[in-house]
């Protein structure tokens, strides 16, 4: 059988869980900044901003942002002196030393020109020498991403686990010793489903949906050429976004041969022709699910996948293992 429930292979052992950020399907309340000491690492995606402190087991734990609101999103405050100063009070309420890493979503801002290197700058200036900011490279993401999630898993570092991790705009994959990342995500085909990216906005749902994939097929054979990827093989964690749509499909905690994956995912695409009420949650379900079709037709062979529920992976966790002491 292509598909089974945990445990049913050898090779189970390697992927039990064994502690690290937690954020269960009800996430505990953020703890106070002001409790506990050590390295804070500020994580600014583009869908947010979220701050993590490592535990004494070697896990790591959300922590507030000051006076109990939103934090705000980095890119967005970037290109002003008001949201740059806005942002760095937040940061200085907070416990030092501390490191604020960006990801895709300014990497993306600073590609088309949205905020520029004197806007960091700017922000650096604003903040003590005991707090870095940095925009991480995707491989770097990758790298973070992965060292968290083959810590969670036994026996700790086993290399020949491979990981399928999954955000706003950008993916990671790793396999063995080779990291790469996608500079594009959920956000894409969300926009294209939309029709905020197409001429004609009007277009029937079933054609948005043809197109999006196609979108994302395109988008995937590029950087299959630009990077020169290879088809993949081996054991691959999914973590991050990629377990959501995993779970809204009843496919989680399996363990799924590409085929088999792949048979499902097209099975929910046709589904998602037939739905008559687009909502947010819909569109958003329906980017990640044709990403991953995409995703997995093109770059993997004879791989198993497995998204774990009861893993919650993040690349800050992944740093505070490799700088927090």
Known sequence: ATASRFPARAWFPY????????????PPEPSDATVGGG?????CGSGG???????????CERVSWRGGGRAPVLSACLPSDEGRRAFAKGIL????????????GLRHALEVGEVTQADLVSLRALLPPSCRVEVLSPTEEAQYECAAMRHRCEPRGCVSLGMLSMGGKSMQIASGD???SLPFAMHAGYEFLTGRSTSNPAVQWETRLDECVAMYRGLVEQQRGA???QSLDGIFVGVTDTVVPAMEMGIADQELHRDELLRRLAARAEELRHIDTLSKNLLVHSARVLLLLAVIEALFNDATFVFRSDMDISWPAGYLLQNGD
Do not use: I, N, Y
Not at 15 to 26: E, N, P, Q, T
Not at 53 to 59: D, E, F, I, L
Not at 93 to 104: I, S
């Open 93 to 104: 309420q907070l416990e030092h030393p501390c490191f604020v890493g960006a990801t895709a």
């Open 15 to 26: 992927l039990v869980a064994m502690g690290g950020c937690s954020r269960a399907a009800k």
């Open 39 to 43: 390295m804070l690492v500020v994580d």
């Open 227 to 229: 990077q020169r990827l």
């Open 178 to 180: 080779t990291l790469f």
């Open 49 to 59: 901003t979220r701050v993590w402190r490592r535990t004494v087991s070697g896990g």
